[in-house]
């Protein structure tokens, strides 16, 4: 093949941050499987400098999607692993890691297709405002592009496995808890209790921890360690704890 | 922003190549604005080691489309510009290359979104067998994802610029062309003159060059240089080159 001649087959490729993600998860253990359905996480892209300019983003609020492509970077030292056990399956299943979205792969590169609500800039910052996402806080962005419906929308595809439809899950607050949480909303203007509600709603416990009943879970939420517990078939959350800045 | 110490603003990241394309476009020139029109050109995606282990895409044949990562690699070394003129605007408006699907940016990431047909294995080869695409010959690939229509399509996204309906123009051959193409596909099984026609019927020529009426044109297609001219309205396609492997 003439085509294995020009690149070796271990090519390799540098690329460089341009970006970095603000956003109130600070674990990939807290992050919503839909993340649509957690409409009160705020997240925000800052560009980098040099990619802080208003020049390259030009035209891009003409659009009402954008991809952005990032990098695992939580997870990225752990390596990757050839077959995985989606949640989606139940964990019954192992996939291949490329019929997957693992983080685990062989390139830990991501990519989300999030809403871009408003483009905002002043003291040197260029900040994409965005909907609903999955993102680390943290996360480096290595690349942003529109989302073009006409190439990216394939209504009639086809899925290896079905999507499970999402029921929520009650969730309940001890007074303690949602004493804390009411002062913290005061003191930040954040929707923290709405905050919780759609992220443990959704049940965001890893497949092999959901017969256990009654243990102590954390979830990490802005600069808050959310503990909570299920117990009876309902989310409590019994507590609020402050992290220290990293 | 205590989320900027974790990772300073310099990280970058190496990437490997998983994977290569074996495609009929040889060029960018050639390379097709809407690739679901051109369904005579058979695209290959060959996983090389240590990926070519079928346990890697186990599960990924119940896809019928796929997310393909890869490198632009034929112009990475020209590296980047802010503001792009893109040919679906005619050439005549600037865009920020972040609102673009340019080749030239900051990070050389390309990503299309194409049909799986079937995948096949043998000799240690292992090869994904993909729909219509616009990808060059050589291209290193770096990731393989599904595509999950529940979070990938977003039927009601809007484009920040419209879709310019595809008109086919007319495409011509002299005799010697004919002849040349008739006699290929006799040797190769390969359906030349329909990919010439879907390809060229799309008018490959960028917008600085739509007026130029009468200039010989070479688009390469697998092994060969076609070469054409617009004129009259239609494109005449003159005759065939055979290039030398590179």
């Avoid at 499987?33 to 409409?39: A, E, H, K, L, N």
Wanted: aromatic share 8%; proline share 6%; charged share 20%.
């Amino acid at each position: 093949m003439t085509s294995q001649q020009s690149l070796g087959q271990d090519a390799s490729f540098q690329l460089q941050q341009i970006g970095i993600i603000h956003s109130c998860y600070r674990q990939k253990f807290g992050i919503p499987r839909q993340p649509g359905i957690v409409t009160a996480a705020e997240t925000t892209l800052e560009l980098l400098a040099p990619f802080n300019q208003e020049n390259l983003v030009r035209g891009l609020e003409g659009f009402s999607h954008i991809w952005v492509h990032f990098i695992f970077h939580q997870t990225m030292d752990e390596g990757w692993r050839p077959t995985i056990r989606p949640p989606r399956l139940g964990g019954r299943q192992r996939m291949g890691v490329f019929a997957t979205r693992s983080t685990h792969r062989p390139n830990p590169l991501g990519m989300s297709v999030v809403e871009l609500q408003k483009i905002t800039s002043g003291n040197g910052r260029l900040v994409l405002h965005l909907g609903a996402a999955d993102l680390l806080d943290a996360t480096p962005v290595i690349d942003i592009k529109p989302y073009l419906p006409y190439a990216d929308a394939i209504a009639d595809a086809k899925g290896g496995f079905a999507v499970l439809p999402t029921q929520m899950a009650e969730v309940k607050f001890t007074d303690q808890a949602m004493n804390q949480c009411l002062r913290y909303e005061q003191r930040t203007g954040r929707k923290l209790v709405q905050l919780i509600d759609q992220v443990l709603g959704q049940d965001p416990r890893p497949a092999y921890l959901r017969e256990s009943s009654g243990r102590r879970h954390g979830t990490a939420l802005w600069d808050l360690n959310v503990v909570w517990e299920h117990t009876d078939g309902y989310f409590l959350v019994r507590e609020l704890e402050y992290l220290t800045a990293n």
